[in-house]
T-cell receptor, first 115, second 111 residues
Framework: KAGVTQTPRYLIKTRGQQVTLSCSPISGHRSVSWYQQTPGQGLQFLFEYFSETQRNKGNFPGRFSGRQFSNSRSEMNVSTLELGDSALYLC????FGTGGGNEQFFGPGTRLTVL | SQQGEEDPQALSIQEGENATMNCSYKTSINNLQWYRQNSGRGLVHLILIRSNEREKHSGRLRVTLDTSKKSSSLLITASRAADTASYFCATEESGNTPLVFGKGTRLSVIA
């Protein structure tokens, strides 16, 4: 099976712009979770989608949003970018989502730089 | 917010030596997982230990869990240069709650 893919891999934006990141999960996986990784805060959970429904949401401002399509592919959007949004954004897929000890399979990440 | 705290933050050892990393957490958990991340890339799941288990092995990995002390340890035996990476513990509190990661231990294995 192909692994989790994320596009684009690298992105440079300026403050105030918006950005959309994409994640394609492993075939058959219905859950996609998004994480933000920064040197200062480490890995922070953004949200999880399961069968097109948001199941969990982390403590991030409303500028961060996401969605999941019927084919389980997911996108996350960040509007009005701030310098502090510079990070590695990781998505992870699993068969049944969080809870129950399901292994999360991570993509390679999208490195976002905000200037 | 961070649930797990890994210790040490960084560890440097010679090839062939054992590496031990510790993780402490704050709340009751269903399970604890360990992940590896090679520089700036995605995480790879290593091993999961449930709250009713005390020890688990997988190849050169040994994980212990002490729920009374809210701590876990990851032991990598006979380390190799390819083990150089950051290692994270992640806890799952209850059904349908997201994984909460610690800040990780950076392991350097010198050939």
């Amino acid at each position: 099976k192909a692994g989790v893919t994320q596009t684009p891999r690298y992105l440079i934006k300026t403050r105030g712009q918006q950005v959309t990141l994409s994640c394609s999960p492993i075939s058959g996986h219905r859950s996609v979770s998004w994480y933000q990784q920064t040197p200062g805060q480490g890995l922070q959970f953004l949200f999880e989608y399961f069968s097109e429904t948001q199941r969990n949401k982390g403590n991030f401002p409303g500028r961060f949003s996401g969605r999941q399509f019927s084919n389980s592919r997911s996108e996350m959007n960040v509007s009005t970018l701030e310098l502090g949004d510079s990070a590695l954004y990781l998505c992870a897929s699993s068969s049944f989502g969080t809870g129950g000890g399901n292994e999360q399979f991570f993509g390679p990440g999208t490195r976002l730089t905000v200037l | 917010s961070q649930q797990g705290e890994e210790d040490p933050q960084a560890l440097s050892i010679q090839e062939g030596e054992n590496a031990t990393m510790n993780c402490s957490y704050k709340t009751s958990i269903n399970n604890l997982q360990w992940y590896r991340q090679n520089s700036g890339r995605g995480l790879v799941h290593l091993i999961l230990i449930r709250s009713n288990e005390r020890e688990k092995h997988s190849g050169r990995l040994r994980v212990t869990l002490d729920t009374s002390k809210k701590s876990s340890s990851l032991l990598i035996t006979a380390s190799r240069a390819a083990d150089t990476a950051s290692y994270f513990c992640a806890t799952e509190e209850s059904g349908n709650t997201p994984l909460v990661f610690g800040k990780g231990t950076r392991l350097s294995v010198i050939a």
